[in-house]
């Protein structure tokens, strides 16, 4: 038995680091606040709390690109205290209860154990409140707060009120001081991994509610194999490219800042894209700053600057197949192109576009990766398993872009949109790109028109939520509805087109329940032959009280009775008695049918080009789904072996899709959606006996593109030969000899 105050074993800062951090605490923390951490128990868990505080601040970039930021809530500090403080919690993170999974997160744990980690946390005296009141109170105030905060580290902000806090780490002594003295963890997600570093443990992919799992991924040699082959590739990080991006972002950042203290806040709106640069360059560094000290730290070349590294990365595969890097890897960069230098191979060239995945990157032995890129991959694949030929045809055009596509006929289509006349389509295609993702997710067409109203909404509206405001959403929900069946392979109802395929989705959902309403949906994978199984449970939101600290627990079951009323009370869901499953969730099934399908088979795709691709010879393979890049120097890099690959991949995929056809049949019998699925399996069939393999359009993706001012005679001879040798001199060089470059202007 380990004591209370052994804290070694539990996991808490020692008495040296606890005093540490109270000297820089201290001088800046309110007076009215300084007595809520009076004793030697309360500055421990505020230095827990810190800690944390600083992991939200530097999340990964690719959170933030896709607006999944991580926040600091009530539920975060009981996180990162209870197992440090509460026995019954450290053993259901590490290890877990009999039957059960280890669970880290309170709002996962079972209502039993939730109750029982509150009395431990009361009993030793673990005042959450106070550390709360602290951290997320005056002292953490934003800079553009009537009366700023004086905390020294960060500074919350807080978009929505239904959501936790932002971190918004200060560039300050004092941070970079709080940093040395708590380091972040070290099986931390997207850590970078030395190739000289041990392997960390592979992780298992799972989903809990009341600490048992549910969207279980089963792993089988077939599956190992690919992760594997993987986790074999070995990428060279160019650090000293990384610290001088790095440091010109701060140089750019720095002078945001001095800028906006020479101008004041409501003088500001005519230069937005210079706030957004600035904002946008902050949330990198707090990203990538983990990143910069781990860099420091490498052994230093002649120059003086760290060496580049080889790195490599753990994979690990979702509950729809898909498959992740763990580690820092291209897909935790971004693959945006902007204008930088470039020194990587072929000399340093003034001003290029390049992507920081491509200059920070390169295989093993320093050459550019390049490769493939399958274009609408998700949209060529339903093209496929539909027999929507027209849009197959369509989609084989060179350079056709689905959203473009879509912009274009809103427009002929005279689409009620709130755009200037003539309308432009480039200022539309962001919009339907979101939207045409959106549809194929299984999101709801109100969703989206409330969520790019300032374009689907023509008119003006000063108020909303009024009855004008309310009906002409509804109105421009109507008119995007008749918009897409106006399409023809996306059709109208009972056309057998690709809505139909988006309800029957719905469908098959609501056979599942009717049949079992613990079950869920299954399907068999076509890689690996397991069974993939979608059963998101039935639960609802539980507050636990801590002695007027709450933190909210996701329980199965739901509410009864009107709220606010002394009838509102909280049912819990009857588990299974066989198998210890919840109820399912039917809306919540109905959303992840279509997706789960399209990612599924997108993934068993890209499994099989990564397979082959090793059977080529390839050392270093990556795979971003739809993506498989290598060096560009090796034979199978050449477009007739990579276009092979392909060719060969696409034969052996649609030959594995029976499957897939079963498990549709199989719920949709006796539906209305019954007759059109076997129409669909056998059109499948006539297809594989007459060899109409599919031909996925693919472009390729070469990291730099040379802008043409920039160019000399002897550079531009370099990249020629360069594109020859790999056999994509078009249409990138007949571009930057004859104009602009392809993203110029």
């Known amino acids: 038995m380990h004591e209370a105050g052994d804290d070694a074993w539990w996991g808490r800062p020692d008495t040296d680091t606890v005093d540490a951090v109270w000297r820089l605490v201290e001088p800046n923390l309110p007076s009215e606040l ?16 810190l800690a944390r505080c600083l992991e939200v601040g530097e999340e990964p970039p690719v959170a933030r690109r896709e607006k999944k930021r ?42 039993g154990d939730a109750l029982e980690v509150r009395r431990q946390l009361l009993a030793v005296g673990v005042r959450l409140k106070d550390t709360w009141d602290i951290i997320a109170g005056t002292w953490s105030k934003s800079d553009r707060s009537k009366t700023p905060g004086t905390n020294p580290f960060f500074y919350l902000t807080r978009p929505n009120a239904k959501l936790g806090y932002r971190v918004n780490l200060r560039d300050t002594e004092a941070c970079a001081e709080l940093r040395r003295l708590l380091p972040p963890a070290g099986d931390r997600p997207g850590q970078l991994l030395l190739d000289s570093d041990p392997w960390p443990p592979r992780r298992e992919y799972y989903k809990v509610c009341a600490e048992r799992p549910f969207d279980v991924v089963e792993r089988n040699e077939e599956v190992t194999t690919v992760l594997e082959t993987l986790e074999r590739s070995r990428l060279r990080f160019d650090a000293e490219q990384f610290i001088a991006d790095y440091d010109r972002w701060e140089r750019i950042v720095d002078r945001v800042k001095a800028w906006k203290g020479r101008v004041p806040y409501k003088r500001r709106a005519p230069f937005k894209r210079r706030v957004k640069i600035g904002r946008q360059l902050q949330s990198d560094l707090d990203a990538y700053r983990e990143i910069r000290g781990r860099v420091e730290g490498l052994p230093l070349s002649r120059e003086g600057l760290p060496e580049s590294v080889l790195i490599k990365s753990r994979f690990f595969r979702d509950q729809e197949g898909r498959f992740h890097a763990d580690n820092f890897w291209p897909s935790r960069s971004s693959g945006q192109r902007i204008r930088s230098w470039v020194r990587q191979g072929y000399g340093r060239i003034p001003w290029a576009w390049v992507s920081t995945r491509h200059i920070w990157f390169a295989d093993r032995r320093g050459e550019q990766l390049a490769g493939y890129d399958v274009s609408s991959s998700q949209t060529q694949i339903l093209a496929v398993v539909l027999g929507l030929t027209d849009l197959e045809k369509m989609l084989k055009r060179p350079g056709f872009k689905i959203y473009r596509y879509l912009a274009e006929e809103a427009i002929s289509w005279r689409l009620p949109l709130n755009l200037p006349s003539p309308p432009n389509p480039a200022k539309l295609m962001a919009v339907m790109k979101d939207l045409w993702v959106r549809v194929l997710y299984g999101g709801h067409l109100r969703e989206i028109v409330r969520d790019h109203f300032d374009v689907l909404v023509p008119g003006t509206f000063p108020k909303k939520f009024t009855k004008r405001y309310n009906a002409a959403i509804e109105t421009a929900e109507g008119d995007l509805r008749a918009f897409l069946e106006s399409i023809l392979w996306y059709g109208k109802p009972g056309e057998g087109k690709l809505s139909d395929f988006l309800r029957a989705s719905e469908e098959v959902a609501r056979v599942a329940m009717a049949r079992d309403p613990y079950a869920g949906v299954s399907f068999i994978d076509p890689l690996a032959e397991t069974v993939v199984r979608w059963n998101p449970p039935r639960r609802n939101r539980w507050r636990l ?40 969730n039917l809306r919540k099934l109905k959303q992840a049918v279509a997706p789960g399908v399209i990612h599924l088979l997108d993934a068993f795709f890209n499994a099989l080009v990564v397979r082959r691709l090793e059977h080529a010879g390839a050392a270093d393979i990556l795979a971003l789904h739809d993506c498989w890049m290598t060096a560009i120097d090796r034979p199978v890099s050449y477009p007739r072996e990579f276009e092979a690959i392909i060719a060969v991949a696409g034969r052996e995929w649609l030959l594995g899709l029976g499957p897939v056809y079963d498990a549709l049949d199989g719920y949709l019998e006796g539906t209305e959606y ?35 001012p920039w160019m000399t005679p002897e550079q531009l001879d370099k990249f020629e030969a360069l594109w020859k040798r790999a056999g994509w001199l078009e249409p990138y060089v007949s571009r930057v000899k004859g104009g602009p470059g392809p993203l110029d202007g």
């Not at 008695?577 to 919840?582: F, K, L, M, S």
């Open 545 to 584: 009280n801590c002695s007027g600290f709450q933190v909210a627990l996701k329980l199965p079951g739901g509410w009864t009775g009107k709220k606010g009323t002394p009838k509102r009370r909280f049912i819990d869901a009857i588990p299974h008695a066989v198998t210890g499953d919840y109820p399912v």
């Open 674 to 708: 019954g007759p059109w699925v076997r129409g669909l399996r056998e059109g499948w069939e006539r297809r594989c006996r007459v060899e109409r393999w599919p031909v996925f359009r693919v472009e390729p993706t070469i990291g730099v593109v040379p802008t043409r």
């Open 34 to 49: 300084r007595h809520l951490a009076s004793d030697f128990t309360a500055r421990q868990v505020l230095t827990v709390a």
């Open 70 to 111: 991580a926040t600091f809530s009530q539920n975060h500090l009981f996180d990162a205290i209870a197992p440090r403080w509460s026995r019954t919690f450290k053993k259901v993170a590490e290890v877990g209860n009999p039957g059960c999974v280890p669970t880290p997160n309170i709002v996962n744990f079972g209502h």
